[in-house]
């Protein structure tokens, strides 16, 4: 199955963006019936988050995630196999002067869990490096195309299992630490902060780095374009981080992609399940 999916993403690229983009709308709301488990799983993180958005509404932003995130997979084959020039012409970078600013010095790219991830990762390492690190797929053939991919350009991942310190390393030769922590990665490392209300288990990785690494943080957030590709938003680097308080600096980190995340909610990965793990003695979401 991955195979078939690869070789579709390969020969779809070759097509107008604006193709590619209604082919992916095409899949992700075929898909939104074809998998229920995952549908279900977007339809509770949406209550949770937005209880008071009438459930017509919500089943809406449920259908266009999934038309969102499937588009994004599809349009990988853009991403991984054209041309520089191509590429350059999907994917735009925007706020360069705040990278700018910090020349010389070591910077977090913090990436939130939005459907244009991908796109950031491939049109930045064109004139940047990276590092940071990955999970694991569950299909070793996909997962070996994906790494290879993601660092045709140059750069360095790393597998989860390979710890964050082998991860860290390349920052001391002026990488720059391209970081997703915003998951439910399960009790470790990770306090209960709000997220739209509700506490989620949030890693305090981006603490622990910056301070480790003497690392400014600075927002990188892409959004996916209606007619095809996608947007790279650099922001300015947070000032007072890290606070030496790694729950308050969760909490800014939160609240950050929540007003993000209100820009551009069908958007963001709400196939993931964002609330598993609990507090201690609630019950349960999904």
Not at 121 to 128: E, G, I, N, P
Not at 211 to 221: G, H, I, K, T
Not at 236 to 249: F, L
Not at 252 to 279: C, D, G, N, S
């Amino acid at each position: 199955m991955s195979r078939l999916l690869v070789l579709l993403m390969w020969l779809i690229r070759f097509l107008p963006f604006r193709a590619v983009a209604a082919i992916g709308d095409g899949l992700g709301a075929a898909l939104f019936w074809l998998i229920p488990r995952r549908r279900r799983v977007a339809r509770i993180n949406l209550a949770k988050c937005f209880p008071t958005l009438p459930e017509v509404q919500r089943e809406r932003l449920a259908r266009a995630a999934f038309r969102a995130f499937f588009r994004s997979l599809v349009e990988r084959g853009i991403l991984w196999w054209s041309s520089r020039e191509r590429i350059a012409r999907f994917v735009r970078i925007e706020g360069l002067e705040h990278l700018k600013a910090l020349e010389g010095k070591r910077v977090i790219l913090l990436a939130p869990h939005f459907v244009g991830l991908d796109a950031a990762v491939t049109r930045l390492a064109m004139d940047f490096l990276l590092a940071g690190m990955y999970s694991n797929q569950s299909d070793p053939y996909f997962n070996r195309l994906m790494d290879a991919r993601r660092n045709r350009f140059g750069g360095f991942s790393f597998p989860r299992q390979a710890g964050l310190m082998a991860s860290l390393r390349p920052m001391r030769q002026g990488a720059y630490y391209y970081y997703l922590p915003d998951l439910d990665m399960g009790r470790k490392r990770a306090v209960f902060v709000p997220f739209f209300g509700v506490p989620a288990a949030t890693v305090t990785g981006l603490t622990y780095i910056s301070r480790f690494m003497r690392a400014s943080v600075v927002p990188c957030v892409t959004r996916m374009l209606r007619a095809g590709g996608y947007v790279v938003q650099l922001y300015p680097a947070w000032t007072g981080y890290p606070s030496g308080d790694e729950v308050a600096d969760a909490r800014r980190m939160l609240a950050f992609i929540e007003e993000r995340v209100l820009e551009m909610p069908e958007q963001y990965h709400w196939l993931h399940k964002r609330f598993k793990t609990r507090p201690p003695g609630e019950a349960g979401f999904y």
